[in-house]
């Protein structure tokens, strides 16, 4: 079945730096792709999403690129902030009509000032 | 305007008593899904409606998780006789498309 599997946290960075979330997937077809980000005491938003290879979300600074030959949707942002902190998840949705997402286990960010 | 809102919001069970979980989707969204979020992880599917219909419940646990969307607006999700592995936050969202969007969850803690 598909899955997803990202990088453990904590991470932790200091303001400004450059923020980099590894996650790979295994699916049949050709899945949408997200990353969804949950603030303490907030629930999950929608970051950025792409649908097809090559593409690139993006949103709030923060980037991902499809790369169906690597498998991969690594989440990136040239300088984090404190208010990036959070919990952040990659997910899929499969390629059929129920699009039911599959997440990752989760990668909190800690940014200190 | 309105997002999807889910209650209660906590919700303490005695391990035995039955529990029902409310989601209010946004209106004229088509799509209902359920997840399950146990601590630390990443929320796992349960069941999707399309409308009234439940086109899949692929992801329940056992028999004693059900869930209905009768009109094709309002869902809930019932477990009976919850036990200790029954506590997580539950997500409900709710689509037209790609994008899904979540409500607040509620967090279910059977003693």
């Known amino acids: 079945g598909d899955s997803v599997t990202q990088m453990e946290g904590p991470v932790t960075l200091s303001e400004e730096a450059f923020l980099t979330i590894n996650c790979t997937y295994t699916?049949?077809?050709?899945?949408?792709l997200f990353w969804y980000v949950q603030y303490p005491g907030e629930g999950l938003q929608l970051l950025l999403k792409?649908?097809?290879?090559?593409d690139k979300g993006s949103n709030k600074g923060f980037e991902a690129t499809y790369r169906k030959e690597t498998t991969s949707f690594h989440l990136e942002k040239g300088s984090v902030q404190v208010s990036d902190s959070a919990v952040y998840f990659c997910?899929?949705?499969?390629?059929?009509?129920?699009?039911?997402?599959?997440f990752g286990s989760g990668t909190r960010l800690q940014v200190q000032p | 305007g309105a997002g999807v809102s889910q209650s209660p919001r906590y919700k303490v069970a005695k391990r035995g008593q039955d529990v029902a979980l409310r989601c209010d989707p946004i209106?004229?969204?088509?799509?209902l899904f359920w997840y399950q979020q146990a601590l630390g992880q990443g929320p796992e599917f349960l069941t999707y409606?399309?409308?009234?219909?439940?086109?899949?419940k692929s992801g329940l646990p056992s028999d004693r998780f059900f869930a209905e969307r009768p009109e094709g607006s309002v869902s809930t999700l019932k477990i009976q006789r919850t036990q200790k592995e029954d506590s997580a936050v539950y997500l409900c969202?709710?689509?037209?498309?790609?994008?899904?969007?979540f409500g607040p969850g509620t967090r279910l803690t059977v003693l």
């Open positions: 969202a709710s689509s037209l498309g790609v994008e899904q969007f």
């Open positions: 997910a899929l949705s499969d390629a059929t009509g129920r699009r039911a997402l599959t």
């Open positions: 699916a049949t077809g050709y899945p949408s």
């Open positions: 409606f399309q409308n009234e219909a439940q086109l899949d």
């Open positions: 792409a649908t097809k290879a090559d």
């Open positions: 209106s004229g969204h088509v799509s």
